[in-house]
């Protein structure tokens, strides 16, 4: 069957096409699209040619990932269904994640209408509130993942650094659990969406570049918990400054080959490493109750919508910068 798809075809390439996807099977669904949100990290580093699957790192000699269908999350509705498939119905709200393509460098796809997606990757949605709000919940139960993984208690200190959407929904996360949290950034559009209740603290690095002193300020007796969403192994080596004794750093960037810690200095706090990547169903679960519940907010880091087919517009925003943006949503009706 033909679909409309975002491809990447080269570095920096980016095209809206008719592509060719599997004919449904019977544990399949196929979903409408109505949106999809973009991962600006992940995605990006696709786009630049920095990766070549999930969390690996395109080295020396490794082919080019292109051309590829980016993304792995997106709502619709249920347009049909296998005959193995029980649990839907037609015109159900889904959310759905990757679905299934042919003739690309990975038979998955994320920014693809309409979606031939397995039942295991396709998620009932609540009611409330607005379904744009689960459009992004892959990512958003990443920082999710990074918020929980480690033990806090209420008062206690945690530190995120990285304003994007992964640190957003981290800070957010062990905000809900009662912690004290300190957001750090570059952006203080960003930093002022996280900002703005009790117990809630930013620090933006273009003021002033050295957040380990600030941190220390804050949390005089040490963070118990340290999040680094930027994929920096000096990051991760500062947290020994940061974290009290017995103190968790957790990591969720992508390091590309500069993924070498020193482990050293982190053992002299006797600090436990905790390493997220990709997404569970129980984790999804939980993310969506959390979303539903209004405890992980969505729909105040969308900061831009296009159309589908204008999705080379979107990545031009996205790496140029050349205004404030964060959450980027396609919009395929």
Not at 173 to 182: D, F, Q
Not at 312 to 317: I, K, P, R, T, V
């Amino acid at each position: 069957m033909k679909a409309q798809a975002v491809v990447f075809t080269g570095p920096r390439q980016v095209e809206f096409r008719t592509i060719d996807c599997p004919e449904p099977g019977p544990s399949d669904v196929v979903v409408r699209v109505t949106h999809s949100w973009i991962s600006n990290g992940t995605e990006g580093s696709y786009l630049r040619g920095e990766r070549i699957a999930g969390d690996t790192p395109r080295r020396e000699g490794d082919p080019w990932p292109f051309p590829i269908v980016s993304g792995y999350q997106k709502i619709g509705f249920v347009e049909a269904v296998g005959a193995d498939v029980e649990d839907l119905e037609i015109g159900e709200r889904v959310f759905a994640v990757c679905g299934n393509v042919e003739g690309m460098f990975e038979s998955w796809a994320g920014h693809v209408n309409p979606s031939v997606t397995p039942r295991s990757q396709v998620y009932k949605l609540p009611d409330q509130p607005d379904p744009l709000a689960y459009a992004g919940l892959v990512l958003t139960q990443v920082g999710y993942n990074c918020g929980v993984r480690s033990p806090i208690g209420i008062g206690q200190g945690a530190v995120v650094v990285g304003d994007g959407l992964v640190g957003q929904w981290a800070a957010q996360t062990l905000a809900w659990r009662g912690a004290e949290v300190l957001l750090v950034g570059r952006h203080g559009d960003r930093l002022d969406r996280f900002a703005g209740k009790p117990y809630r603290h930013i620090h933006n690095l273009s003021r002033d570049p050295d957040w380990v002193a600030a941190a220390r300020r804050l949390f005089p007796d040490g963070a118990t918990v340290a999040v680094d969403t930027v994929g920096s192994a000096g990051v991760m080596e500062s947290f020994f400054e940061v974290l009290h004794r017995f103190g968790h750093a957790v990591s969720a960037g992508f390091y590309g080959t500069e993924d070498r810690v020193a482990l050293q200095p982190l053992r002299y706090g006797e600090l436990s490493i905790e390493l997220v990547s990709g997404l569970r169903p129980f984790r999804m679960e939980e993310t969506i109750r959390l979303i539903a519940g209004g405890y992980l907010e969505t729909l105040p880091l969308i900061t831009h919508h296009f159309p589908a087919r204008r999705a080379a517009d979107a990545w031009e925003l996205i790496e140029s910068k050349s205004e404030p943006v964060l959450g980027v949503i396609l919009d395929w009706e």
